[in-house]
């Protein structure tokens, strides 16, 4: 197969679809690999070490589309893309369909497959093509929120960690999933003192015996929220709906029973975000206030450590683009029923059936496509 790994054009978005290492892979298979000319250069990786790895240098994104019959990404494609897509061409990347009509519009009219990384799903329920960015994007979240929490950024002027004499920070993580899980254990690292919420009992039961003793444990409810939001300094959104929009944990009037200067950093917002006054900001402009409650929602956190996060992504979704290369995708979702789960649209018709029911589209079961 002919596969190709674009540069990534989306704002500050310097992660890359596949190490070198992976190319290699890719390449030991008897597959032909084209990077777009410096694709690489953003994680650290030249194009001198994609040529030792096998793969051919194309000079223009246009070139690597026109070429190849799959193509990996790390983000969805946006509009300069679109019409550089083909019918019948695999996309293997992150979508996030389920707040993106544009996109959805616009691969449908494709007929391009799209396998999206966020809803491979294994047998336990676990994400793991989406579980190693929202490693990253979870520590980072903690980082960032410890940073806007500075008086010079906007923020009540706080310490995480406090000082002998004064109480640490107060961290409120909402979601003991992947990312909440990472938020809280580098908050707590930093000596916050952090409560985090979920629905799950036996979850939280496993968070408290994992994480660190100033780690709290919370049963997730409108009033448990309301409560802690007066004396919380900042506020990590983490919750995810695999495939789907997510709910609005914190809604505009919340916003009065905080403090100003108060951080909220919503990591779920490349998925509708879970603050109702969230929307997407980027890396070159993170921050905006509302009320005087400082909003992070940046779509792409991983992107701003690209050489970790594209080395953990290339970890995690190489097994399955060698599958896909090797077998073709139809032989390969029909293999392994967790990659079938990936599979979001095929010829212009949805089958992954919460993306059509947020835009309210007919939904075809994959099984009539194959």
Not at 77 to 82: A, F, S
Not at 224 to 248: C, Q, R, Y
Request: some cysteine; overall charge neutral.
């Amino acid at each position: 197969m002919k596969i190709g790994i674009p540069k990534e054009i989306k704002n500050n978005e310097n992660r890359v679809g596949m190490t070198p290492a992976g190319v290699h892979e890719l390449v030991s298979h008897g597959h032909t690999v084209y990077v777009q000319h410096t694709a690489g250069e953003g994680s650290g990786f030249a194009d001198e070490l994609y040529v030792k790895a096998g793969a051919e240098i194309l000079p223009a994104i246009e070139d690597v589309y026109a070429k190849s019959g799959m193509i990996v990404k790390v983000k969805e494609p946006i509009e300069p893309e679109y019409a550089l897509i083909r019918e019948g061409q695999v996309v293997f990347t992150y979508f996030h369909f389920a707040c993106d009509r544009p996109l959805t519009d616009a691969m449908l009219k494709s007929g391009v497959i799209c396998i999206a990384y966020e809803t491979v799903q294994k047998a336990d329920r676990s994400l793991p093509l989406l579980a190693p960015m929202s490693e990253v994007a979870g520590r980072m979240a903690a980082q960032n929120g410890a940073y806007y929490l500075q008086k010079t950024k906007g923020g009540k002027g706080k310490l995480m960690a406090g000082v002998p004499g004064v109480k640490p920070a107060k961290v409120l993580v909402l979601g003991g999933g992947t990312v909440g899980e990472a938020a809280a254990r580098i908050a707590a690292g930093m000596g916050a003192d952090v409560t985090i919420t979920d629905i799950s009992i036996p979850r939280l039961r496993q968070l408290a015996i994992e994480l660190p003793a100033n780690v709290h444990t919370l049963y997730s409810s409108v009033h448990s929220i309301k409560n802690e939001l007066p004396t919380v300094d900042v506020v990590i959104g983490s919750v995810l709906v695999p495939g789907a929009k997510t709910p609005k944990l914190i809604t505009k009037d919340m916003l009065s029973l905080m403090e100003p200067g108060t951080v909220l950093v919503d990591v779920a917002i490349d998925q509708g975000g879970c603050f109702e006054t969230s929307h997407p900001t980027t890396h070159s402009d993170p921050v905006y206030t509302i009320d005087g409650i400082v909003h992070y929602a940046v779509a792409n956190i991983p992107g701003a450590v690209p050489n970790t996060s594209t080395t953990a992504l290339t970890n995690a979704t190489l097994s399955y683009a060698v599958a896909l290369a090797d077998k073709g995708w139809k032989k390969a979702v029909t293999d392994d029923p967790a990659l079938a789960k990936g599979v979001n649209m095929v010829g212009g018709k949805v089958t992954f059936e919460a993306v059509a029911r947020v835009w309210n589209l007919p939904y075809t079961p994959l099984k009539e496509v194959l």
